[in-house]
């Protein structure tokens, strides 16, 4: 090599590097990170891909599950909670491990003041036109604050293997509670329209009380104003499971019916 392209190679690494570190945190912080789909969770596929710890090297907010669902999963403002299934919330182990979540570094980009809400589908059509207005075919995560006059959650007992498929499981072990103005804070991910075979289109919402005591998958709510915050994000990554029972499950299999009836208990 002579002395000319040794001096351009050298320069092009030097600016290649100026361009990684300028880019990358902010990369990463626009970023959804998944882990695994909703569609093998919703299969029976309980078993953790990551752990905690790791987990919070991608996100400081979020929501998802642990090994054996055992529980529901907030993150907010860095802290990984399991809402369990006898009510009660804890602060997860770093060692506990996640077969389902999705999270990211919260950015405000949008807020609003949202009025009277009765239903949870009132909601979701109030967040989904400042969506559709910001652009609908990004992912966000969303924060709502403030006391709700009615919360209702589950969360559900741990599994033990053979694991039952998602819909079964929640049949016999899916645990309801019902709050009364309660404050907190909902987590809330939206998932583009095509994303319906990785995970769910629309909206998932988790609950966690201001004590940090009760909280759960949303399945009821209202409220007279709450504050939300929007955070969109441009990029998605996801991390799957080498396991050779993952790598055996038919993932495209469409269990579209199934997913709504976990997510909403609509029978
Ligand atoms: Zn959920």
């Known amino acids: 090599m002579n002395k000319v392209k040794a001096f351009l190679l050298a320069a092009a690494m030097v600016l290649s590097l100026a361009a990684c570190s300028a880019q990358q945190p902010e990369t990463a912080r626009e970023t959804i990170y998944q882990v695994a789909l909703l569609q093998s969770l919703t299969q029976g596929y309980y078993d953790g891909i990551i752990k905690v710890s790791d987990l919070k090297k991608h996100g400081d907010t979020g929501i998802g599950t642990f090994e054996g669902v055992n529980g529901e999963m907030i993150v907010l403002d860095g802290k990984v909670y399991q809402a369990l299934g006898d009510g009660s919330v804890q602060v997860a182990d770093d060692n506990e491990t996640i077969p389902?979540?999705?999270?990211?570094?919260?950015?405000?980009?949008?807020?609003?003041?949202?009025?009277?809400?009765?239903?949870?589908?009132?909601?979701?059509?109030?967040?989904?036109?400042?969506?559709?207005?910001?652009g609908k075919n990004l992912f966000y995560m969303v924060k709502i604050t403030g006391e709700f006059k009615k919360m209702n959650v589950r969360s559900e007992l741990k599994q033990e293997k053979p694991y039952k498929s998602l819909d079964k499981a929640l049949a016999t072990d899916q645990r309801e509670f019902n709050y009364e103005n309660i404050k907190g804070t909902i987590v809330a991910l939206y998932c583009p329209d095509y994303m319906g075979g990785l995970n769910t289109p629309g909206w998932h919402f988790h609950f966690i009380s201001e004590d940090k005591t009760k909280g759960g998958h949303i399945l009821e709510l209202a409220f007279d104003s709450a504050q939300a915050e929007f955070d969109a994000t441009q990029g998605f990554d996801m991390v799957l499971s080498e396991n050779n029972e993952f790598q055996g499950m038919e993932l495209s299999k469409d269990v579209s019916d199934a997913i709504k009836k976990v997510e909403t208990n609509e029978k």
């Open 100 to 134: 389902f979540s999705n999270v990211t570094f919260f950015d405000k980009d949008l807020s609003a003041t949202l009025a009277q809400t009765n239903d949870i589908n009132s909601l979701k059509e109030t967040l989904t036109k400042t969506v559709s207005d910001n």
